[in-house]
């Protein structure tokens, strides 16, 4: 800091040689000018000098004090003091190097983060709830299909098989969930299409298969279809290998036979009734389907839990719901671009539930972003380009970029424009070494619009990421 | 005392027109603003001193609300006067 003292000669001098006047003239006009403050003060007037401050006399109370050194007790008397008060154009002129600079509330930023831990923990419970719904619904849903008799014994043998099934690695299980959803999806189409057949057995409900009428066509891609899960089938659980292999017998024999093929790979032809391991295998695949359902629900539980705070911080249970039929119909598509043999007709019955769940959360995303994106938004995005630029600028001590910048765009906070354009020669916005010609871009006047909030916000959102570049 | 009373009292006493005494008055104004900027110490003779202070930054907690705000450092102008014009003062009669 340069704190060197200029004498009332120095001021002379220069006072002298600015307005042209003798040295004399200025040494005169001086003397004169402080014997009229004093006067005035003395006086006990206010004098005011225009662009420079304001000196006013102040009665300093007398008050008691302590002599240090005998301890006795003395009273100082009081006294008069030349206050002065520099004009706010004084002020922000010497001030400028802390101009920048504006008071911080420290504690403002605390609450919020304590909000959301709030919100957090009440959110799982939600989660939860939600979740144990939709199993219920699944199982209902299963246990409808399948029947009455089965439904008990599947209760029964599910349970023991769950533990076994639990250690299935995670992408088993998202395969699981596209066998399951595809299951499902043929069973509401077989429930769609269905033309009440003579059940040739009271156990085998989903043996309402289509009619022997329908065109061969469709019929030889739904064999297909199955097949691609059986195949599917036998990549994921080679547990159950030996059943689809009794599967692929299966279908086979019906190909031979001719008979009506059954949408439902678990479905038992007339030809193996008498055999027990249909029925088994029935069993086994009611039992994969439940849990698979149950499966299902702990993926979303994950997927769900995974995604960061902030995520489910807004999410409500509508969101919730919605996040779950977007896993589900992702999965879905996943399992249609699969098969490539997946026949239209099968495709227009399935794609529905999909498609809805699919275009609502597009739409919504479409929605949500036709919100948010607009000219300046796409401004903001961005990369900006400098090509033209409006000035240059000499880096002196004390000179900083928001001084620049308040100088040229008004604002003191789209110093970060000038960063940007001038990165490869600052190192470190917060220290610009001396010398260094800083050229100050030319910016589009929506950009460091000052009356627009969203710009000032904007800017100091850069202002965050380069600051905390610079602290990592 | 507002600027133009001062001026007229200046120009009484040095006997120069208002015009004059004005605008070295501005001069002198704009003279010692410069060098305040540079931080120099301005002292007039038996009248007192102009001086920049940096007033360090500082935790403010607000009486009522309890919100604590971290205010900045910032340069001020000071003025001391003088031991000569204190002198002058004290013979000024405390009234009230």
Redesign the interface.
């Given at each position: 800091m340069n704190k060197e003292k200029i004498s009332s000669q120095e001021i002379i001098d220069l006072v002298s040689s600015k307005s042209s006047v003798s040295k004399r003239v200025a040494e005169e006009f001086l003397k004169v000018m402080i014997s009229s403050i004093e006067e005035a003060l003395l006086a006990g007037e206010v004098v005011k000098i225009k662009n420079f401050g304001t000196f006013k006399l102040l009665w300093n109370e007398p008050r008691k004090s302590v002599n240090v050194q005998t301890g006795d007790d003395i009273l100082l008397s009081g006294y008069h003091k030349v206050s002065f008060t520099p004009d706010t154009i004084l002020r922000d002129l010497v001030n400028e190097p802390f101009a920048h600079l504006l008071p911080v509330e420290l504690d403002s930023e605390n609450p919020e983060p304590i909000q959301e831990k709030t919100d957090v923990a009440l959110d799982p419970l939600r989660i939860f709830t939600d979740q144990a719904a939709e199993i219920k619904d699944l199982l209902s849903e299963i246990q409808a299909l399948s029947s009455a008799g089965d439904s008990k014994i599947l209760k029964e043998e599910s349970e023991p098989v769950l533990p076994v099934e639990s250690t299935v690695v995670a992408e088993d299980v998202y395969k699981l969930i596209q066998e399951e959803s595809v299951v499902e999806h043929i069973q509401e189409e077989q429930v769609a299409v269905q033309i009440p057949n003579e059940v040739t057995e009271p156990v085998q409900t989903q043996n309402e298969a289509e009619p022997i009428q329908e065109s061969p066509v469709e019929f030889v891609y739904e064999e297909k279809q199955q097949k691609s899960i059986v195949t599917e089938i036998d990549k994921q659980q080679p547990v159950d290998s030996v059943v689809s292999i009794y599967e692929e017998r299966q279908f086979n024999d019906e190909n031979k036979s001719g008979q009506s093929v059954n949408s439902i790979p678990e479905l038992d032809s007339t030809e193996f009734l008498k055999d027990i391991k249909p029925i088994r295998k029935h069993r086994v695949w009611l039992m994969i389907v439940i849990i698979i359902a149950l499966l299902a629900g702990l993926c979303g539980g994950l997927y769900l839990f995974c995604p960061p705070v902030t995520d489910f911080t807004n999410s409500s249970i509508e969101k919730v719901g919605k996040i779950t039929d977007n896993v589900v119909a992702s999965v879905a598509n996943l399992f249609h671009t699969k098969p490539k043999q997946t026949p239209p007709v099968a495709r227009t019955i399935i794609v529905p539930k999909d498609t809805t769940a699919n275009d609502s959360v597009d739409d919504e995303v479409a929605a949500a972003e036709k919100e948010s994106v607009d000219s300046l938004q796409v401004m903001f995005d961005n990369p900006r380009v400098y090509t033209k630029f409006i000035g240059s600028e000499i880096v002196k001590p004390g000179n900083r970029l928001t001084i620049m910048s308040k100088k040229y765009y008004g604002n003191k906070d789209f110093w970060v424009y000038i960063y940007e354009a001038n990165k490869e020669n600052i190192p470190n916005p917060d220290r610009i070494s001396e010398g260094t010609v800083i050229r100050i871009p030319k910016l589009d006047s929506r950009l460091i619009d000052v009356t627009n909030p969203r710009c000032i916000k904007k800017a100091k959102e850069l202002h965050d990421v380069y600051v905390k570049n610079k602290v990592n | 005392?507002?600027?133009k009373e001062?001026i007229a009292?200046?120009a009484a006493?040095?006997n120069a027109p208002k015009s004059i005494?004005a605008?070295?008055?501005?001069?002198?104004?704009?003279?010692?603003?410069e060098?305040?900027?540079?931080?120099?110490?301005?002292?007039?003779?038996?009248?007192?001193?102009?001086e920049?202070r940096?007033k360090e930054e500082r935790?403010s907690v607000h009486p009522s609300t309890?919100?604590?705000?971290?205010?900045?450092?910032?340069?001020?102008?000071?003025?001391k006067?003088s031991n000569v014009?204190?002198d002058?003062?004290?013979d000024?009669s405390?009234n009230?």
């Open positions: - | 005392m507002n600027h001062l009292s200046m006493k040095l005494v605008d070295l008055l501005e001069t002198t104004v704009t003279t010692c603003t060098l305040l900027v540079e931080e120099k110490t301005i002292g007039f003779q038996s009248f007192g001193n102009f920049v940096k935790l309890q919100v604590r705000t971290l205010i900045p450092p910032k340069l001020v102008v000071n003025f006067q014009l204190k002058k003062l004290k000024l405390h009230e």
